[in-house]
T-cell receptor
Framework: GIQVEQSPPDLILQEGANSTLRCNFS?????LQWFHQNPWGQLINLFY???GTKQNGRLSATTVATERYSLLYISSSQTTDSGVYFC??????????????FGTGTRLQVTL | DVKVTQSSRYLVKRTGEKVFLECVQD?????MFWYRQDPGLGLRLIYF???????EKGDIPEGYSVSREKKERFSLILESASTNQTSMYLC????????????FGPGTRLTVT
């Protein structure tokens, strides 16, 4: 099956710092999403980004599908950005339902 | 906004009990999913449903069953709860068109004692 690797696995930042999270995947994909899992466990949608670049406030994401990677940029980090960031991909639809394959996540801690 | 709700945030059950976890989505999504999440193991797919009364096994279906009688509701059933089913359970839904964007519920932390 498709492999999804995220780096770094852990990241500690001081408030105000910028960071880049990376997601590499081993095969061509139809879709790619970034999620933030908050300390209460809920997975929140950040970006649906199978290709190209999107921005939402202090966050932006870029996917280069031909090179099989995606980047999530966090600028001016805040303590509320703490949590785990997952990327998830799925293969071209071939059956009853496409299913996301999740990366192992990047655990981010933002300190004062 | 898409809304996926789960019946309980926290649940404590005894070994051997039958447990129902309910999930409801309000966006008329065709596909619904149940995952469990455990430290060090990531998100693992238990079952999914691609239409009413249609279901398929995911990666770890043993010990679980599901029911989808209405499009908006997808239930996960633990026929006889065991301590190794203590976990965080996450429900999700997604549509097929125009995008395949997936949305998650808030999760249920189940403890089996």
């Amino acid at each position: 099956g498709i492999q999804v690797e995220q780096s770094p696995p852990d990241l500690i930042l001081q408030e105000g710092a910028n960071s880049t999270l990376r997601c590499n995947f081993s095969d061509s994909v139809n879709n790619l999403q970034w999620f933030h899992q908050n300390p209460w466990g809920q997975l929140i949608n950040l970006f649906y980004i199978p290709s190209g670049t999107k921005q939402n406030g202090r966050l932006s994401a870029t996917t280069v599908a031909t090179e099989r990677y995606s980047l999530l940029y966090i600028s001016s980090s805040q303590t509320t950005d703490s949590g785990v960031y997952f990327c998830a991909v799925d293969l071209p639809y071939t059956g009853t339902a496409s299913k996301l394959t999740f990366g192992t996540g990047t655990r981010l801690q933002v300190t004062l | 906004d898409v809304k996926v709700t789960q019946s309980s945030r926290y649940l404590v059950k005894r070994t051997g009990e039958k447990v129902f976890l309910e999930c409801v989505q309000d966006m008329d999504h065709e596909n619904m999913f149940w995952y469990r999440q455990d430290p060090g193991l990531g998100l693992r797919l238990i079952y999914f449903s691609y239409d009413v009364k249609m279901k398929e096994k995911g990666d770890i279906p043993e010990g679980y069953s599901v029911s989808r009688e209405k499009k908006e509701r997808f239930s996960l059933i633990l026929e006889s709860a065991s301590t190794n089913q203590t976990s965080m359970y996450l429900c999700a839904s997604r549509t097929r068109t125009p995008t395949y964007e997936q949305y998650f519920g808030p999760g249920t932390r189940l403890t089996v004692t």
